[in-house]
Nanobody, 121 residues
Framework: QVQLVESGGGLVQAGGSLRLSCAAS????????MGWYRQVPGKQRELVAA???????DYADSAKGRFTISRDNAKDTVYLQMNTLKPEDTAVYYC???????????????WGKGTLVTVSS
């Protein structure tokens, strides 16, 4: 099984910064992409940013210019640096991995338990 452990959420004032981290562990055979999604009550989970093993990145329009995703392939860890945070960034942020477990023949989606980010105005 692949486990994802997130850290770095919390309370911050508008304009501030936070850095989220997510480390993947377990019986990992390969990881294609790692990323972050967020969800607020009553809304669908949405992509914030993702990065492939080759370094290609994808950002939500709301994250462009403020958030930076990075990845340490050797540590199977992904980071999300969030700057100039806004109250509308308040959400539960979930780590996502698309990869393959040793016991599986195909890649799957794996999710962390989520970390709460609250931005006060």
């Amino acid at each position: 099984q692949v486990q994802l452990v997130e850290s770095g959420g919390g309370l911050v004032q508008a304009g501030g910064s936070l850095r989220l981290s997510c480390a993947a562990s377990g019986s990992i055979f390969s990881i294609y992409s790692m990323g972050w999604y967020r969800q607020v009550p009553g809304k669908q989970r949405e992509l914030v940013a993702a990065v492939t093993s080759g370094g290609r990145t994808d950002y939500a329009d709301s994250a462009k210019g403020r958030f930076t995703i990075s990845r340490d392939n050797a540590k199977d860890t992904v980071y999300l640096q969030m700057n100039t945070l806004k109250p509308e960034d308040t959400a539960v942020y979930y780590c996502h991995v698309y990869g393959r477990d040793w016991s599986r023949e195909t890649s799957e989606d794996y999710w962390g338990k989520g970390t709460l980010v609250t931005v006060s105005s």
